[in-house]
């Protein structure tokens, strides 16, 4: 059975998910169990979670500088064993121009190679269907970095954004100030295992592993940065603070070089 979702409004992280207008169907969904499905799989469908969907807007801004937004719409099914995504075609692009038509083609070859992780991780929550399932009129928003664009997005009733930043090699600040040390280092860790097991792997999710390294040496870097110029912090202190800044600084130009980036000098 077939029912349109509206209505239900998730939050997730920094994201403004609507499921206004997502049908599901699948051989044992009835209807009273789909506005819950249908919450399950906006909420494991993260950026993290579609990192080649995310590659095809950061390459088209990446190589045209283009700033703008995007909506497709998009209809695909999740196999139910395995929560991979296949037969996915974009039946809506807005604007329907030559950039919207390209970034369409990549994003339904970009699903159709993507599985969701069938458990919870560390990009957010996993998504197991238990039996195949068809999504029709699922939204996919491509914002620029610009805060009113990422507001018109919301406003169209995504399902989820996707935002490239201005310029990847400055990091990506998603905290102001940044964290504390030991959350980022914490999280520096996790990710570098993360990028080591991705090295034998497809080379784009490789890259997209050692940017997410990059990011976090540079949120950490940041971090030491201020906590080292407190006046109120004690000297011996204060070296060992400068120390770890500058390691984290050689870390983070190393990673950087992988990815072809220059990281930006510390601030005086």
Not at 28 to 43: D, Y
Not at 197 to 203: D, F, H, I, K, L
């Amino acid at each position: 059975m077939m029912r349109a979702m509206d209505g239900v409004t998730l939050a997730a992280r920094h994201l403004a998910l609507t499921l206004a207008g997502v049908s599901l169907a699948g051989t044992s969904l009835g209807c009273a169990g789909s506005p819950a499905l249908a919450a399950q799989l906006v909420a494991a469908a993260q950026p993290g979670h579609l990192p080649l969907v995310v590659s095809c807007w950061e390459k088209q801004v990446e190589a045209s500088g283009f700033q703008g937004e995007y909506v497709t719409t998009v209809d695909f099914t999740v196999e139910g064993e395995m929560s991979r995504l296949r037969d996915a075609r974009v039946t809506a692009v807005t604007p329907d121009d030559a950039r919207g038509q390209a970034l369409a083609t990549c994003v339904a070859q970009a699903l159709n190679g993507t599985t969701l992780p069938r458990t919870a991780d560390g990009e957010g929550p996993g998504f197991a269907p238990g039996t195949a399932m068809a999504v029709k009129g699922y939204a996919i928003a491509f914002v620029a970095p610009s805060p009113d664009e990422r507001g018109r997005a919301e406003a169209q009733q995504a399902h989820v954004l996707l935002g490239p930043r201005a310029n990847r090699c400055e990091g990506l600040y998603r905290y102001a100030p940044p964290r504390d040390v030991t959350a980022l280092s914490t999280e520096l860790e996790e990710q570098e295992k993360r990028a080591q097991a991705s090295a034998e792997g497809s080379p784009d999710q490789h890259a997209r592993a050692l940017q997410k390294v990059y990011d976090i040496q540079l949120e950490l870097r940041e971090r030491l940065r201020l906590d080292a110029a407190a006046p109120e912090v004690p000297a011996a202190n204060r070296q060992r603070l400068e120390e770890a800044l500058a390691l984290v600084d050689q870390d983070a130009r190393r990673t950087g070089a992988l990815i072809r980036c220059e990281a930006p000098p510390l601030p005086r």
